[in-house]
């Protein structure tokens, strides 16, 4: 393994619930002896992907966040978006998210959440199954053709007694996402949770990321959510260059 596939593991050692590490925890997560990770440490300090904290932590660096934020389907696109999430989470009061999808996982852009707001699993950076979620079952309907395929043959895990893992029964449900224009995923990720989405179109009027909001089930009917959250992605298409329906 070369030096920037070692440096590559030492960053992606650092997560949202482990966002510092010491050089000995940065070992033992990435396997790589304690004299290499010192040696690639010493280096990603020096270009400032990683930053020391005054007790010796290690953590992300701004030098890389900003590299980050060049990428079109991030920072580009949450900018893009935020104002219209703005004004959903104003109308509801409740979680407002908006995801992209990678590979086989949504990776979630952005999250705007009150104190009321029910609890979600998910937070801004994460990646999570596209099978359970709104969002994921938005960029799922919409995703090539194979991709759905090699989703649908694979294990699909449940997290609770709702989670869909029949694959004819999921592949219904996409097909009813493409028709209608928007998921609702009950309980699928935590027993107290609605999610409704809907997708999100770029100038060449493919899907490119999914917004969703998510409450707590029983406070409001999922149906009376779809205006709102077609009406935001709507204005995020239109935004990015996507001609009206």
């Not at 759905?148 to 996409?174: F, G, H």
């Not at 009027?205 to 999922?222: C, E, I, K, M, T």
């Amino acid at each position: 393994m070369g030096l920037t596939a070692r440096s590559f593991d030492v960053l992606a050692a650092f997560t949202p619930d482990r966002p510092t590490l010491t050089l000995t925890e940065l070992s033992r997560a990435t396997g790589l002896p304690l004299t290499t990770t010192h040696r690639i440490v010493g280096e990603l300090l020096e270009w400032g992907a990683l930053e020391r904290r005054d007790d010796g932590g290690l953590q992300i660096g701004l030098r890389l966040w900003r590299v980050a934020s060049l990428a079109p389907r991030g920072l580009g696109l949450r900018e893009q978006a935020l104002p219209f999430m703005e004004d959903l989470f104003v109308a509801t009061g409740e979680n407002v998210q908006l995801a992209v999808r990678e590979g086989r996982e949504a990776v979630f852009l952005e999250r705007l959440a009150g104190r009321r707001s029910v609890k979600v699993l998910t937070r801004v950076g994460d990646r999570f199954a596209l099978h359970a979620t709104g969002v994921g079952l938005v960029l799922l309907a919409h995703a090539p053709a194979p991709l759905q395929d090699d989703v649908l043959a694979s294990p699909l895990e449940a997290w609770t007694d709702w989670t869909i893992t029949d694959p004819k029964a999921l592949r219904r449900v996409l097909a009813e996402v493409r028709r209608t224009g928007r998921a609702i995923s009950d309980r699928q990720v935590t027993p107290d949770a609605v999610s409704v989405a809907a997708p999100v179109r770029g100038p060449s009027h493919d899907v490119v990321a999914a917004l969703s909001v998510v409450v707590r089930r029983g406070s409001v009917a999922p149906e009376a959510l779809v205006p709102a959250v077609v009406a935001a992605a709507h204005g995020i298409s239109r935004t990015l260059g996507a001609e009206a329906d």
